[in-house]
């Protein structure tokens, strides 16, 4: 008689910021970058509103270029929350109104796109959000079932992101909900963060939450922690962002 060992289910592991990407460690990997208050929240919800592509830069330069390779598309990019000039807005709701179906979106933000491309090695590359968590959950666990995924908070230059953290802890619960994982202690301490916590009081106690309200921009902060309210999967094919089949 045999005893057949149980496969082990694959990890779950989490960066709370975009500077300890290790692209020689992503091959093979699901990982799902997280830029709450800017990058993920709006990539969502352009790609929602019909857009057909978004390209994510990795700087300014980068976006430039891009941005000369595709003349019709719009151009949105922040450095520190701050609008880049001759750009448009790089939150959801501000860009939306700029935004046609269709169209393409060249986006550069100060860590979330950057976050984006540094992942390019990775196996399958999403932006996950809290408005996204549930139906991005659903499709890894069908789409890339008994692969280990990687949550990237992208934190902001080089610091900690309440607001990624808890992000990342909604998303971990969501997909352990879809199929079995085995969690890093990391992972474990950002379901935790999640628990019993309000995501808009999150959100707006954050340091980054802080800057945005004090430039006029709560309704920002409500759509970006209203969990689980779209559809919307957007994977990185070709370099560019586009919408996945939920």
Do not use: K
Not at 79 to 100: G, V
Not at 159 to 166: K, L, P, Q, S
Not at 174 to 182: I, N
Request: charged content about 20%.
């Amino acid at each position: 008689m045999t005893n057949a060992t149980p496969p082990r289910p694959p990890s779950l592991h989490l960066l709370v910021r975009r500077e300890d990407i290790d692209p020689e460690r992503l091959g093979g990997r699901v990982v799902v970058v997280i830029d709450v208050l800017f990058a993920t929240s709006t990539i969502v919800r352009a790609l929602g509103a019909g857009l057909a592509a978004v390209y994510p830069a990795s700087d300014d330069d980068d976006a430039r270029q891009a941005a000369r390779l595709r003349p019709d598309a719009v151009v949105a990019g922040e450095y520190l929350a701050r609008t880049l000039p001759d750009h448009a807005p790089a939150t959801p709701l501000a860009l939306a109104a700029r935004l046609h179906e269709g169209g393409e979106l060249v986006y550069f933000t100060t860590n979330g796109t950057r976050a984006i491309a540094a992942c390019r090695a990775a196996a399958a590359v999403y932006a996950g959000a809290l408005t996204n968590a549930a139906a991005l959950a659903r499709h890894i666990a069908r789409e890339h079932p008994g692969m280990p995924v990687l949550l990237v908070c992208a934190g902001s230059l080089g610091r900690f992101c309440v607001e990624d953290f808890v992000g990342a802890g909604h998303l971990a619960r969501a997909l352990r909900r879809c199929a079995e994982y085995a969690p890093t202690d990391a992972a474990l301490g950002a379901e935790f963060a999640s628990l019993g916590v309000e995501p808009g009081a999150a959100l707006a106690g954050s340091r980054v939450g802080r800057m945005l309200a004090g430039a006029g921009l709560e309704q920002e902060i409500a759509h970006a922690a209203d969990c689980d309210s779209c559809e919307v999967i957007p994977v990185l094919r070709d370099g560019v962002l586009v919408r996945a089949a939920a």
